[in-house]
């Protein structure tokens, strides 16, 4: 299994680096696309084919899904490599209609994606399996509706990726981590969540602890916004964490 951060920008995309977007790829077997940022599709044109991917969201914040009406485009209209076959989704109950909608030629209409992708909506810990992986939904405490951090297990080596999606502190995410292989995890707070609301992101110093008390091999810090400052929100992780850690970056690539 191998994993590609497509971006990892938090709230919007940045110069160089997409939002929220990661590839998972197993040989011989469609692409798992992980969120769809702005920009996700571009870089997703470097590494694989976007016509032969499935697609599972964390939760339908802009910032995570807002390319993914570009890819159906390029799924259906592509002149000489359109897509083969349906693909799988997962995500939010109202991921068919929230990404109709931006699909739509007027307001008041929705774009039927079902000619190119089979959706099925998530059930919290149930989990799911999409070729050689199986994804568990796990519930997270963020603004938007129905979000769930994701934990994808490929089943023949057990190696494990987990993803926080957006999240305020919330032991489910220490669940959905643990043991994992690598965990990308939002600090979009910066180094310290002190005077932010609840319930809507992590700071680097909470990364570091849903780090250590998970077990993780490698934390992978993501989603920190543009204007933040990375180095010290490394330097809070590491005063929770003393394994692995990681600035996320686009372009890089864990081969598990």
């Known amino acids: ?40 599709l571009a870089a997703l044109q470097e590494v694989d084919d976007p016509a032969n991917a499935h697609v599972i969201f964390s939760h339908l914040h802009a910032d995570h899904c807002s390319d993914a009406a570009s890819l159906i485009i390029w799924r259906r209209y592509h002149p000489t490599a359109p897509a083969a076959c349906r693909h799988l989704m997962f995500g939010p109950s109202y991921t068919a209609l929230h990404l109709g909608r931006m699909g739509a030629d007027g307001p008041d209409e929705v774009d039927d994606i079902s000619d190119t992708f089979d959706f099925t909506p998530w059930t919290s810990n149930q989990p799911v399996e999409i070729d050689d992986v199986t994804v568990t939904p796990v519930p997270v405490a963020h603004t938007a509706k129905e979000s769930h951090a994701l934990r994808v297990e490929e089943r023949a080596t057990g190696r494990v990726v987990a993803f926080s999606g957006d999240s305020g502190m919330t032991d489910t995410l220490v669940d959905a981590a643990r043991g994992a292989d690598v965990f990308l995890c939002e600090a ?69």
């Open 188 to 256: 979009a707070w910066g180094p310290s969540a002190e005077g932010k609301p609840d319930g809507m992101h992590l700071s680097g110093d909470q990364a570091g602890e849903i780090a250590r008390r998970a077990g993780v091999k490698t934390l992978v810090l993501v989603h920190i916004q543009p204007w933040a400052d990375k180095e010290a929100t490394l330097a809070a992780a590491r005063s929770e964490f003393d394994g692995k850690i990681l600035l996320g970056a686009a372009g890089d690539v864990f081969d598990l």
């Open 1 to 40: 299994m191998k994993l590609t951060i497509l971006g990892c920008s938090g709230s919007l995309g940045a110069p160089g680096n997409p939002g929220s977007s990661y590839l998972i790829t197993v040989p011989g077997r469609p692409g798992i696309m992980m969120d769809c940022g702005p920009g996700a």
